[in-house]
């Protein structure tokens, strides 16, 4: 394979720790923010933590395999843990304003 990149033990380390806890870190705050707009807009809470996470199962699938078809595994990193603290600052504003 001429034209195939090699990839050594550390990208590929870097890239199924991004895949698999970043990727779970970014969906969980997903989850979190989903469920607390939803049930701030009024759903039933087991409505909206159940649709938010039919829909998370998605998000998690296509992040795990974006991190590893991605070129820059810096880029990934940014997404994912960018990605994760805004969605888990946004949970927590939501719900303080649920419970004020």
């Keep these: 394979m001429a034209g195939a990149k090699s990839l050594r033990w550390p990208e590929v380390t870097a890239r199924v720790t991004a ?3 970043g990727a779970y ?3 969980w705050g997903f989850a979190a923010a989903g469920v607390a707009a939803l049930v ?3 759903v039933e809470y087991h409505d909206a933590e159940l649709g938010v996470l039919m829909l998370a ?3 998690f699938l296509g ?3 974006w991190s590893f078809a991605a070129t820059s595994i ?3 990193w940014a997404v994912l843990a960018g990605g994760a603290a805004l969605q ?8 303080r ?3 004020a």
């Design 19 to 21: 895949g698999v806890f």
């Design 25 to 27: 870190a970014f969906t």
């Design 40 to 42: 701030g807009l009024g």
């Design 57 to 59: 199962f998605l998000v």
């Design 63 to 65: 992040l795990f395999l």
């Design 74 to 76: 810096a880029r990934v």
């Design 88 to 95: 888990f600052t946004l949970a927590w504003a939501i719900q």
């Design 97 to 99: 304003a649920i419970l």
